[in-house]
């Protein structure tokens, strides 16, 4: 029953984003009443909503009796925290995204995407007309990829490249974060030109602004060391990402140092309990990705022309995949 009423316990949470209570619990506990004039709720369904909350360790009743308290795990529903994970929620429970999960079973029939299905776009081309659930969706990724590269670094040596072309990087997260710990390194930050928009914005002025330049998708810098997608490929089928890999593998063409670098999962080929395997249900319902076990990353390596020669395991579920050209 638990785990078929997987939306009782999501939902409250993702209320709680949407209202901004953490927010306004930060200065200290408020009552119900107290809370609900903040945030504009009605208080006896703000009451419900926080006792279900409550059950799972996200909200607190304080010992004083003064109100309700976030807990640790409710910190993470404030913006601008570390690890922050109000976007997270927000674009999890926003009802582009709540109605392609909706419709998956579709996707399960053959009938691709449920995301396309639902939207009558891609999901891109939908972010590109939707600057809110856009912004979300930057907002989603950003934290946890700032916790990503700073583990990044010490697991995997990125300290042998000099210019490093982050393929598909977004808001530039990734890339300064490695550019940080790589003070001789200057980056190539690609992406579509609306996430460049706020990449720019995000990185003008900062120390970083200097070593970072701009390209558009299709223009695949031909002096990068390594060409770095985060989370990339995962948002496409087979077909695709092979186009992609071509494209990185003629820029590289005739430099054997220059490598490929995927930081990607790396499905468990048992039955254990893995994250990539439900990552790879949004991806294939919102994108019409997948993730891929380590004999399927060595496939698609294979056929785009590469050779897979490290996978090394950072933050979970992520795992940094490198190859070089054939």
């Known amino acids: 029953m638990s785990l078929v009423a997987g939306k009782w316990m999501a939902q409250p949470i993702i209320a709680l984003a949407e209202l901004d209570v953490a927010e306004a619990l930060a200065d200290g506990p408020l009552d119900t009443h107290g809370l609900a004039a903040r945030v504009g709720a009605d208080a006896g369904a703000l009451e419900r909503i926080l006792r279900a909350a409550a059950c799972l360790g996200v909200v607190a009743r304080d010992p004083d009796g003064r109100g309700w308290r976030t807990t640790e795990v409710g910190e993470k529903l404030r913006a601008g925290v570390p690890n922050s994970l109000r976007d997270f929620a927000l674009f999890m429970g926003d009802p582009a995204t709540m109605a392609s999960f909706a419709a998956l079973t579709d996707t399960v029939r053959g009938n691709g995407p449920a995301f396309d299905r639902v939207h009558g776009r891609p999901l891109f081309e939908h972010l590109a007309q939707a600057p809110e659930l856009a912004r979300r969706y930057q907002g ?142 949004e991806v294939m319902a919102n994108n019409g990705g997948r993730e891929r076990t380590r004999a399927e990353w060595h496939a698609l390596l294979q056929r785009a022309g590469f050779a897979l020669t490290s996978v090394t395991p950072t933050t979970p579920p992520q795992n940094v995949i490198e190859a070089r050209l054939a």
């Open 140 to 281: 989603a990724w950003g934290p946890l990829t700032a916790e990503l590269a700073e583990d990044v670094t010490k697991d995997y040596d990125f300290s042998r490249y000099r210019v490093l072309a982050d393929v598909g990087g977004g808001n530039g997260e990734l890339l300064a974060g490695l550019l940080t710990a790589l003070p001789e390194a200057r980056g190539i930050l690609i992406d579509r030109p609306d996430a460049l928009d706020t990449a720019r914005a995000r990185l003008a002025g900062g120390t970083l602004a200097s070593r970072i330049t701009f390209r558009p998708i299709g223009e695949l810098p031909a002096d990068a060391d390594a060409y770095v997608l985060k989370n990339v490929l995962h948002c496409y089928g087979d077909d695709a990402c092979a186009e992609l890999l071509a494209e990185v593998a003629a820029a590289m063409r005739g430099r054997e140092d220059a490598r490929l670098v995927l930081i990607e999962t790396v499905v468990a080929e048992d039955d254990r309990f893995d994250w990539a395997k439900f990552i790879d249900i």
